[in-house]
């Protein structure tokens, strides 16, 4: 790096069908651009010329099918060109993709072959999964069609906060730099970012938003034909496999994208082998994707949190309120025996109700904790209800009896009733 503090420029040169891989940096930002040719980024293609930075951390490729050169900021963790990648094979799933969505814009009025490909794609952590994700939505984006995408990969939440399952129209290429933009997506709350606290609720959020979907789908017929592209979780073993079953069989997933895992894949296949309308498809993993260790999910979490309260760039002016406990319902799903061992017949254990809606205390336990503000209206809806959004209590006074909370905006909570996890922050 040159001295002072903008650091030294350089040009790359990439051939046609490479890859820039980079690493930004841990604690500065990368400023790069399109300098000649064409190039995309996860599937959007590259403005030409402008200048697009790239938050620390950040892991992408720059991918080119003709050539291109990138001028950049000499300051990266790490970045080299690749020459070998799955990128063919992808653009060859988006081809039939784009096939099957013509032929059910062309079959419209008729209920089975009017539904466009749905997708869902699965494999271990760090395959590379929400990266094809992206790509197929982006690529069909810029064809004009507007694919659903679902994220049932409570541990990222590339849509809105880990421990949640959500879908949202995508309507552009997916900004590089942005992501999925935030603005009305179907959220449901789990509140963890590991199905094993509770797969009796995921199972029923997941089936939930299936649902929802599925009647958005039967009266808007664009939608419909352009399908859905479903991201998973990396949990592929024991109970994992079993809720990827649940996962393909609710959404009746028509394509099943698996990548990097020969075995997953075998299984998978004679596990679908019945069902003649799914494909199931071995894609290789893309040699770029970077491995993630436990420290850096949890921090890649935390950011999530960051950013949704004061935006990737503190663009976002978040509200702090202060409301009494009186005016707050706050619930959680599930654990807590169903009834007391003493009304259970002698020998039987009591069960937990993973179903059951528990209410909870206001004290200081719930410092720091990330809370979902539900849509419901009554208590009864509060476990078949989306959520509106996200308050993070900053403040407990229990002499007053007042809670603090920071909220993205100020005014009124669209409901009372509040769900609690594990999903806690800590600002940094
Ligand atoms: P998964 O969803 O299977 O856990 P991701 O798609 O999130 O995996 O990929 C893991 C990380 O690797 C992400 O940070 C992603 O941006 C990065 N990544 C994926 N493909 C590439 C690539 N070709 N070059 C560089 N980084 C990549």
Redesign the pocket.
């Known amino acids: 790096a040159a001295a002072g503090n903008s650091p030294a420029m350089k040009q790359v040169k990439l051939d046609k069908e490479s ?1 820039l ?3 930004v940096n841990v604690n500065s930002s990368l400023r790069l651009r399109l300098l000649s040719g064409t190039a995309e980024i ?1 599937g959007t293609e590259m403005p030409p010329e402008n200048w697009l930075i790239f938050p620390p951390r ?4 720059i ?1 080119t099918w003709y050539g291109a050169t990138i001028e950049m900021q000499d300051n990266t963790e790490t970045d080299y060109v ?1 020459d070998e ?1 799955p990128m063919i094979s992808y653009v060859n799933v988006h081809a039939v993709l784009e096939g099957r969505r013509k032929r059910a814009k062309a079959s419209a009025g008729d209920a089975d072959a009017s539904q466009g490909p749905r997708v869902i ?1 699965v ?12 790509m197929l939505l982006s690529w069909a984006a810029k064809q004009g069609w507007k694919p659903t995408f679902v994220d049932l ?1 409570i ?2 939440g ?1 849509i809105t906060l880990p421990g949640c399952i959500a879908a949202t129209p995508i309507e552009m290429p997916i900004d590089p730099v942005e992501g999925i933009p935030l603005e009305m997506p179907l959220v449901y709350f789990f509140g963890h970012n590991t199905p094993t606290v509770n797969a009796d609720l995921y199972r029923v959020l997941v089936k939930e938003l299936a649902q929802i979907l599925e009647r958005q789908f039967s009266v808007n017929a664009e939608s419909r034909a352009a399908g859905m592209v479903i ?1 998973t979780m ?1 949990f592929i073993d024991g109970l994992g496999y079993d809720l990827l079953l649940h996962a393909i069989d609710t959404f009746q997933a028509t394509v099943v994208l698996v ?1 990097g895992q020969d075995k997953l894949c075998s299984m998978l296949k004679d596990a679908l082998k019945q069902k003649q309308n799914v494909d199931v498809v071995k894609l290789q993993k ?7 260790n436990s420290k850096f999910r949890a921090i890649a979490r935390n950011q999530r949190i960051r950013e949704y309260f004061y935006g990737l760039s503190n663009d976002l002016s978040p509200h702090s309120s202060i409301a009494n406990f009186s005016d707050l319902a706050i619930y959680r799903i599930g654990g807590g025996p169903q009834a007391p061992a003493s009304a259970l017949p002698i020998g039987a254990q009591p069960v937990a109700d993973p179903m059951r809606l528990v209410p909870v205390n206001i004290n200081r336990d719930l410092l720091n904790l990330v809370l979902a503000v539900s849509f419901a209206k009554e208590q009864d809806q509060i476990l078949s209800s989306n959520i509106a959004g996200f308050i993070w209590i900053t403040d407990i006074d229990i002499p007053r009896k007042k809670i603090t909370y920071l909220a993205p905006s100020a005014g009124e909570l669209p409901s009372k009733f509040l769900l609690m996890g594990s999903l806690t922050w800590i600002e940094t």
Do not use: H
């Open positions: 890859e891989r980079i690493e996860f950040m892991k992408f490729a991918f690749a990648t794609v494999g271990p952590t760090d395959s590379g999964k929400s990266t094809l994700s992206r990969d541990g990222q590339s991201n990396g990548l893309s040699g770029g994707v970077v491995s993630r």
